[in-house]
Nanobody, 119 residues
Framework: QVQLVESGGGLVQVGDSLRLSCTAS????????MAWFRQAPGKERVFVAR????????YYSDSVKDRFTISVANAKNTVYLEMNSLKPEDTAVYYC????????????WGQGTQVTVSS
């Protein structure tokens, strides 16, 4: 079992920056790919970014590429999502997930953190 706890959400203005954190605990956490997803009001949850603990290899959705950066701090068992140049369409609940990118399955999820970008 893996437990994930997100933090760092909040209300910001257009163009602001925000950093989300996800702290992982449990068994074999470094065996998983870590990812961020988001769910806007009335919409399905969608992929944002992913990273491997040991490789540091990253992948982003087109909508956030060049604005968001995913990173890990292995010593802290923490994954970060640095979000810059925020837009109103970035407003969503952001979820941290642990799983297997190759088969696109993420069995473990955090509780989510709200990000609201006000214009």
């Amino acid at each position: 079992q893996v437990q994930l706890v997100e933090s760092g959400g909040g209300l910001v203005q257009v163009g602001d920056s925000l950093r989300l954190s996800c702290t992982a605990s449990g068994r074999n956490i470094f065996a998983y790919t870590m990812a961020w997803f988001r769910q806007a009001p009335g919409k399905e949850r969608v992929f944002v970014a992913r990273i491997g603990w040991s490789t540091g290899s990253t992948y982003y959705s087109d909508s956030v590429k060049d604005r968001f950066t995913i990173s890990v701090a292995n010593a802290k068992n923490t994954v970060y999502l640095e979000m810059n140049s925020l837009k109103p369409e970035d407003t969503a609940v952001y979820y941290c997930a642990a799983g297997f990118w190759a088969i696109n399955e993420y069995p473990y999820w955090g509780q989510g953190t709200q990000v609201t970008v006000s214009s």
